[in-house]
């Protein structure tokens, strides 16, 4: 007698049903979630229970001393991962990602994103950046501080460029509920004046580096950021017409008062002197001299009324300065640079471009003072020639940027000299330069192999010998990092240079 058919044991729902899952993880709402052993496989680290690893529950067991079963076979996987190293798998994903989905995967993660040390909140990629575009400035904030409270330990860095409607009310809500804002980009914000640049010196004394490209700003802001956050580092004021000579005296001498409170002499000064004048105690000694600004990095291109006496009081008080941009400042001279490179001595990269006043003393000055610089970019200064440039190659040995745009006085003589002392050169441009023929080019290709763009726009004389020896000797340039070969004078036949075939 045959025996009965047996009733395989009911699954438990819990296995079954991705929507009634013991744990706290997302599933989704496809029947496929579902396989046909009864898992849920909504991803094994998003559902410990059906993948049999530990859930938060047995995690808060282990944490305060019960014991905890677990399976001996389990795979390992990212969800059994100790605190440390999932953190440092968060570390590695994109900002976007940790902001909008890892908090909300489960409590374990949520807790770990908890310690991340920094985040970079871009605007442009929150998730319905649509929405957010379109949603009134008070809702903004209210976007931002939401997804700011899931990250109570990190530093934030603000990115809002280009919302141009973007209100004082905005940033003022958003610097009072965000004190950790480390860095703030309000480029091409319109919209915004003093009043938001005071409330962020106010709320967020943490900040090292604000970029104010483009803001319809004064003087005023500049010295209430320069006077009220002492971690300032780096300062972007791009285009910002209405700049023109902030007094950076006054902002050291602010922020020494408040480092360094002094004593009034009717106060505890003045019962010290009375009793070194009784007992022949030397007197205190004077109060030490103003610190300069932490300042290491400054932009204030274009800015076309900036005075050479700002230029003079940075130099004086701003020594720290690494980088240091100020193109199309079309009355800076010569004088007020020479200054700056003799008392900031650690540049590495200085951008003048279209400051049509300076000459090659300027050029010989920056290179006798600043011998580590890296990147030079001294295009469109007319008045320039081969002087300045066999000073730098004398000079600076490290350079890896140069720009000699528009310089028609260059010529040949200069840039071999360049290519012959400067062998990690990676980023050349030489637009208009008339005077640079086939010799220069080919002395940059065998002398530089690290070339990764070169611009020789309208620089007629050059022929395929140029193109012909980039392709040979610059394995990492290609036709497209090379503007203006081919043009003239070179054929179609050598771009395509079989050497090199990524110059296809």
């Given at each position: 007698?045959?025996?009965?058919p047996?009733?395989?044991?009911?699954?438990?729902?819990?296995?079954l049903?991705?929507?009634?899952?013991?744990?706290?993880?997302?599933?989704?709402n496809?029947?496929d979630?579902?396989?046909q052993?009864?898992h849920?496989?909504?991803?094994?680290?998003?559902?410990?229970v059906?993948?049999?690893?530990?859930?938060?529950?047995?995690?808060?067991a282990v944490?305060?001393?019960?014991a905890?079963?677990?399976?001996?076979?389990?795979?390992?996987?990212?969800?059994?991962?100790?605190?440390?190293?999932?953190?440092?798998?968060?570390?590695?994903?994109e900002h976007?990602?940790?902001?909008?989905?890892?908090?909300?995967?489960?409590?374990w993660?949520?807790?770990v994103?908890?310690?991340?040390?920094?985040?970079?909140?871009?605007?442009?990629?929150?998730p319905?950046?649509?929405?957010?575009?379109?949603?009134?400035n008070?809702?903004?904030?209210?976007m931002i501080?939401?997804?700011?409270?899931?990250?109570?330990?990190?530093?934030?860095?603000?990115?809002?460029?280009?919302?141009?409607?973007?209100?004082?009310?905005?940033?003022?809500?958003?610097?009072a509920q965000?004190?950790?804002l480390?860095?703030?980009?309000?480029?091409?914000?319109?919209?915004?004046t003093v009043?938001?640049?005071?409330?962020?010196?106010t709320?967020?004394?943490?900040?090292?580096?604000?970029?104010?490209?483009?803001?319809?700003?004064?003087?005023?802001?500049?010295?209430?950021?320069?006077?009220r956050l002492?971690?300032?580092?780096?300062?972007?004021?791009?285009?910002?017409a209405?700049i023109?000579?902030?007094?950076?005296?006054?902002?050291?001498?602010?922020?020494?008062?408040?480092?360094s409170?002094?004593?009034?002499?009717g106060?505890a000064?003045?019962?010290?002197?009375?009793?070194?004048?009784?007992?022949?105690?030397?007197?205190?000694?004077p109060?030490?001299?103003?610190?300069?600004?932490p300042?290491?990095?400054?932009?204030?291109?274009k800015c076309?009324?900036?005075?050479n006496?700002?230029?003079?009081?940075?130099?004086?008080?701003?020594?720290?300065?690494?980088?240091?941009?100020?193109?199309?400042?079309?009355t800076?001279?010569?004088?007020s640079?020479?200054?700056?490179?003799?008392?900031?001595?650690?540049?590495?990269?200085?951008?003048?471009?279209?400051?049509?006043?300076?000459?090659?003393?300027?050029?010989?000055a920056?290179?006798?003072n600043?011998?580590?610089?890296?990147a030079?970019?001294?295009?469109?200064?007319?008045?320039l020639?081969?002087?300045?440039v066999?000073?730098?190659?004398?000079?600076?040995?490290?350079?890896?940027?140069?720009?000699?745009s528009?310089?028609?006085?260059?010529?040949d003589?200069?840039?071999?000299?360049?290519?012959?002392t400067s062998?990690?050169l990676?980023?050349?441009?030489?637009?208009?330069?008339?005077?640079?023929?086939?010799?220069?080019?080919?002395?940059?290709?065998?002398?530089?192999?690290?070339?990764?763009?070169?611009?020789?726009?309208n620089?007629?004389?050059?022929?395929?010998?140029?193109?012909?020896?980039?392709?040979?000797?610059?394995?990492?340039?290609t036709?497209?990092?090379?503007?203006?070969?081919?043009?003239?004078?070179?054929s179609?036949?050598?771009?395509?240079?079989?050497?090199?075939?990524?110059?296809?």
């Open positions: 007698m045959s025996q009965p047996t009733t395989p044991p009911p699954t438990p729902r819990s296995a049903d991705p929507f009634n899952c013991a744990c706290d993880a997302p599933h989704s496809n029947s979630a579902v396989d052993s009864g849920c496989y909504a991803l094994s680290l998003l559902c410990p059906a993948a049999g690893l530990p859930t938060d529950s047995s995690r808060a944490d305060s001393g019960q905890a079963e677990e399976p001996t076979d389990s795979p390992v996987t990212v969800y059994r991962l100790p605190h440390e190293l999932l953190l440092r798998v968060f570390l590695e994903l976007g990602t940790v902001l909008a989905i890892v908090p909300l995967v489960c409590s993660w949520r807790a994103s908890r310690d991340i040390p920094a985040i970079v909140l871009d605007l442009t990629l929150l319905r950046a649509a929405g957010f575009r379109r949603a009134s008070d809702q903004r904030a209210e501080t939401g997804v700011v409270r899931r990250f109570p330990r990190a530093e934030i860095v603000l990115n809002a460029s280009g919302y141009a409607d973007l209100s004082d009310t905005f940033v003022a809500a958003v610097a965000c004190p950790r480390s860095g703030v980009m309000l480029r091409e914000c319109t919209a915004l009043a938001a640049v005071d409330a962020l010196a709320h967020c004394p943490r900040m090292t580096a604000v970029d104010l490209g483009y803001c319809v700003v004064t003087d005023a802001a500049i010295v209430a950021l320069l006077t002492p971690r300032l580092k780096r300062l972007n004021a791009e285009r910002v209405d023109t000579n902030p007094d950076i005296a006054t902002a050291v001498e602010h922020r020494h008062t408040i480092r409170p002094r004593i009034n002499a106060g000064a003045g019962i010290l002197r009375g009793v070194a004048e009784e007992s022949d105690v030397p007197p205190l000694p109060p030490p001299p103003p610190r300069g600004l300042l290491t990095a400054i932009n204030l291109s076309e009324l900036l005075s006496q700002f230029v003079l009081a940075l130099a004086q008080h701003c020594t720290r300065l690494t980088s240091v941009t100020l193109d199309w400042c079309t800076l001279l010569d004088a640079i020479i200054t700056l490179t003799e008392q900031c001595s650690q540049l590495t990269e200085i951008s003048l471009r279209g400051n049509q006043l300076l000459t090659d003393d300027c050029v010989e920056l290179a006798r600043c011998p580590n610089l890296a030079v970019l001294i295009g469109w200064i007319w008045m020639t081969d002087k300045s066999l000073t730098l190659a004398a000079k600076c040995s490290r350079l890896t940027t140069v720009d000699l528009g310089c028609a006085s260059i010529t003589v200069g840039i071999v000299a360049l290519a012959q062998p990690h990676a980023i050349v441009s030489i637009n208009w330069c008339g005077g640079v023929t086939d010799v220069g080019v080919v002395a940059l290709a065998e002398n530089c192999p690290l070339l990764q763009s070169l611009s020789l726009t620089c007629h004389s050059l022929t395929d010998t140029s193109s012909t020896a980039l392709a040979k000797h610059c394995p990492l340039l036709a497209e990092k090379v503007a203006g070969l081919g043009f003239r004078g070179v179609a036949d050598t771009m395509r240079n079989p050497i090199r075939p990524l110059w296809v």
